[in-house]
T-cell receptor, first 115, second 115 residues
């Protein structure tokens, strides 16, 4: 069963503007972690931000913040002040405490930043 | 601190051959996971190793195997290559094995093309 859903195959944003990339997830495990990764065309997956299911506050890392809405099972990534170098694929991922604990990834969103 | 390294970066093989990919984790990281990424299936978990033992395995045929050495370096092997094995193979390392809080850091990947 699909655990991570990213509904936006592609997104465009103007340079210096903010953009929100959507991610919803499905789990019955009360203990889980949510991750966002960036994958440029070179292929390497770059870790951006982490949110634990018990964290009270939304995670932030520089220009990245995670809009965590637990009841809605949503973990959207917000990128502020977009830069041309932000153009890449973005993946949402989840690890549960139960089961195999393997990291499950969404299909990804391709973000293009326009100058 | 050096990141995760993978060798080779690119590989071309023919059907029926076998291939071995190598991954060196971040210094101090003891857990190594492998993923296959294809346009059709996205990112799929292959297996995870910790302390030279396979802890988890994804839903892949037995042609896919791996191992981990005492220095935490890991190799994965694919025997009797098929056209569908063409993919980007990503290695990721973390300090400890599976856990909902463990962030995985990825290498640049090995692009395998099977002709």
């Amino acid at each position: 069963a699909q655990k991570i859903t990213q509904t936006q195959p592609g997104m465009f944003v103007q340079e210096k503007e903010a953009v929100t990339l959507d991610c919803t997830y499905d789990t019955s495990d009360p203990s889980y972690g949510l991750f966002w990764y960036k994958q440029p065309s070179s292929g390497e997956m770059i870790f951006l931000i982490y949110q634990g299911s018990y964290d009270q506050q939304n995670a932030t890392e520089g220009r990245y913040s995670l809009n965590f809405q637990k009841a809605r099972k949503s973990a959207n990534l917000v990128i502020s002040a977009s830069q041309l170098g932000d153009s890449a694929m973005y993946f949402c991922a989840m690890r549960e405490r139960q089961g195999n604990n393997d990291m499950r990834f969404g299909a990804g969103t391709r973000l293009t930043v326009k100058p | 601190k050096a990141g995760v390294t993978q060798t080779p970066r690119y590989l071309i093989k023919t059907r029926g051959q076998q291939v071995t990919l190598s991954c060196s984790p971040i210094s101090g990281h003891r857990s190594v996971s492998w993923y296959q990424q294809t346009p059709g299936q996205g990112l799929q978990f292959l297996f995870e190793y910790f302390s030279e033992t396979q802890r988890n395995k994804g839903n892949f045929p037995g042609r896919f195997s791996g191992r981990q050495f005492s220095n935490s370096r890991s190799e994965m092997n694919v025997s009797t290559l098929e056209l569908g094995d063409s993919a980007l193979y990503l290695c990721a390392s973390s300090l400890e094995p599976s856990g909902q809080w463990e962030t995985q850091y990825f290498g640049p990947g090995t692009r395998l093309l099977v002709l």
